[in-house]
T-cell receptor
Framework: DAEITQSPRHKITETGRQVTLACHQT?????MFWYRQDLGHGLRLIHY???????NKGEVSDGYSVSRSNTEDLPLTLESAASSQTSVYFC???????????FGPGTRLTVL | QKEVEQDPGPLSVPEGAIVSLNCTYS??????FMWYRQYSRKGPELLMY????GNKEDGRFTAQVDKSSKYISLFIRDSQPSDSATYLC??????????????FGKGTLLTVNP
């Protein structure tokens, strides 16, 4: 069955370190998204991509970057982790725009 | 004013009750309206998808959109303990400046007590 996976599921890191969160989908969807979810803020869009080599900033993109070299993967990089980036991160993909977004299981990131 | 407002609850109801969940929005360009359900420590999953105004029914779930009032609702009939989750509304405009992005409400935490 097609699916979307995220790794790692849990990560603890230190302030200032570079961290990369992986997202992999097997639906062959062109559209992929990264969100963070925090109490009191709900889901907020970090970056998104509508195809290979296409990337766009969301509402909370500062301190994050993405690159899209193939259809299946959209890794999210925190260039220099900050405590404010402690959150749960969700990756999603969709076939159409705007379409049903299928979410991964999430990565719980703690920055100490 | 936030683009999408959703009462975070928490909302606690007895099993069998009718549940009403609501969102208001300010962007008149929104045309696509969705409801997602999120169980604790899981990713959101789509429940209902509606285009423009009107009602849509799927089993015990009914989604309503009133564009004139900028108000959407999700009704759950005969609620079950398995419906206990956070419910998120989401909306999108038709391309343009929004670039088809989804804007989410903050979610309403629902507990259905046996």
């Amino acid at each position: 069955d097609a699916e979307i996976t995220q790794s790692p599921r849990h990560k603890i890191t230190e302030t200032g370190r570079q961290v990369t969160l992986a997202c992999h989908q097997t639906w062959n969807h062109n559209n992929m998204f990264w969100y963070r979810q925090d109490l009191g803020h709900g889901l907020r869009l970090i970056h998104y991509s509508y195809g290979v080599q296409d990337t766009n900033k969301g509402e909370v993109s500062d301190g994050y970057s993405v690159s899209r070299s193939n259809t299946e993967d959209l890794p999210l990089t925190l260039e220099s982790a900050a405590s404010s980036q402690t959150s749960v991160y969700f990756c999603a993909s969709s076939e159409s725009r705007p379409g049903t977004q299928y979410f991964g299981p999430g990565t719980r990131l703690t920055v100490l | 004013q936030k683009e999408v407002e959703q009462d975070p609850g928490p909302l606690s109801v007895p099993e069998g009750a009718i549940v009403s969940l609501n969102c208001t929005y300010s962007n008149s360009a929104f045309q696509y309206f969705m409801w997602y359900r999120q169980y604790s420590r899981k990713g959101p999953e789509l429940l209902m998808y509606t285009y423009s105004s009107g009602n849509k029914e799927d089993g015990r779930f009914t989604a309503q959109v009133d564009k004139s009032s900028k108000y959407i609702s999700l009704f759950i009939r005969d609620s079950q303990p398995s419906d206990s989750a956070t419910y998120l509304c989401a909306m999108s405009a038709l391309g343009g400046g929004s670039n088809y992005k989804l804007t989410f409400g903050k979610g309403t935490l629902l507990t259905v007590n046996p």
